[in-house]
């Protein structure tokens, strides 16, 4: 899947339908199949999970918004504008 790399962050819901900010560790495959780390809200706490796939519900892994995949080029060298 375009843009899902390692060190990305997206959104994972859990079995309990609860959103969570999540880091891409590994991926899988090209159609979408990921590991990543959830940071549990109130807890000082990551949960791994392990092969994750994408779209929406439970046990599944998300972008945070529209085009978030496009917006970021790992590969793209950006310099400061003067100004």
């Known amino acids: 899947m375009e843009g899902s790399k390692p060190g ?5 819901t859990d079995g309990m339908d609860q959103v969570h900010p999540a880091i891409v560790t ?3 495959t090209e159609e979408g199949c990921i ?15 392990s092969s994750v796939l994408f779209g929406e519900g439970r046990d599944r892994w998300k972008w945070m918004f529209e ?17």
């Not at 085009?67 to 100004?83: F, I, K, N, S």
């Open 8 to 12: 990305r962050i997206v959104y994972y």
């Open 67 to 83: 085009g978030q995949q496009t917006r970021y080029r790992p590969d793209r060298v950006e310099l400061p504008t003067a100004g």
């Open 26 to 28: 590994r991926v899988h």
């Open 35 to 49: 590991n990543l780390l959830a940071f549990v809200d109130g807890q000082t706490l990551v949960s791994p999970h």
